[in-house]
T-cell receptor, first 113, second 111 residues
């Protein structure tokens, strides 16, 4: 099946710093990528939908100035958590869609101290 | 009300048991329906799509009732390896094809 990678797989950062997470579709071109966040014992919550070459569409309650999304190519989308705080600690998962299905990346575990 | 609601679980069942999960969704215009499986600290993986006519994949059977906005998953002859969180997922369709996840039901199959 299609493969989606994320980097880094885990990151620890200090409060106030910014963290960039990359999502790549390795063997297909994805016009649309999605970013999710999952807190412990909760389900995945869609943060934003990212289309190549255009601005991301954010879900209600997600701060677009805090979670910067760039979808520069058909195989790469990045999520930057700016001025991270401990409450941003979570499991961030991206997915990429081809014509048939959404494929999920392995996730990035962010811990903000 | 949450868009997708599931039995909270956890379900603790012995090997070989049959277990059923239920899910309801609030948006009657939803177009696509899925069951995903998520192992601890891993990404979700598609288990099966769900169709109105019902569909089966080995030991797994999924049913959709659009009138009741209800989705089910039946696992027969459960295995230890079936232990995971099962996520009911709904898509409103349209241009974005975004997925809306339920909170998931934890299944623990005991030896």
């Amino acid at each position: 099946g299609a493969v989606v990678s994320q980097h880094p797989s885990w990151v620890i950062c200090k409060s106030g710093t910014s963290v960039k997470i990359e999502c790549r579709s390795l063997d297909f071109q994805a016009t649309t990528m999605f970013w999710y966040r999952q807190f412990p014992k909760q389900s995945l919550m869609l943060m934003a939908t990212s289309n190549e070459g255009s601005k991301a569409t954010y879900e209600q309650g997600v701060e677009k100035d805090k979670f910067l999304i760039n979808h520069a190519s058909l195989t790469l989308s990045t999520l930057t958590v700016t001025s991270a705080h401990p409450e941003d600690s979570s499991f961030y998962i991206c997915s990429a869609r081809n014509s048939y299905e959404q494929y999920f990346g392995p996730g990035t575990r962010l811990t903000v101290t | 009300r949450k868009e997708v609601e599931q039995d909270p679980g956890p379900f603790n069942v012995p090997e070989g048991a049959t277990v059923a999960f239920n899910c309801t969704y609030s948006n009657s215009a939803s177009q696509s329906f899925f069951w995903y499986r998520q192992d601890c600290r891993k990404e979700p993986k598609l288990l099966m799509s769900v169709y109105s006519s019902g569909n089966e994949d080995g030991r797994f059977t999924a049913q959709l009732n659009r009138a009741s906005q209800y989705i089910s998953l039946l696992i027969r002859d459960s295995k230890l390896s079936d232990s995971a969180t099962y996520l009911c997922v709904v898509s409103p369709g349209g241009a974005t094809n975004k997925l809306i996840f339920g909170t998931g039901t934890l299944l623990a199959v005991q030896p």
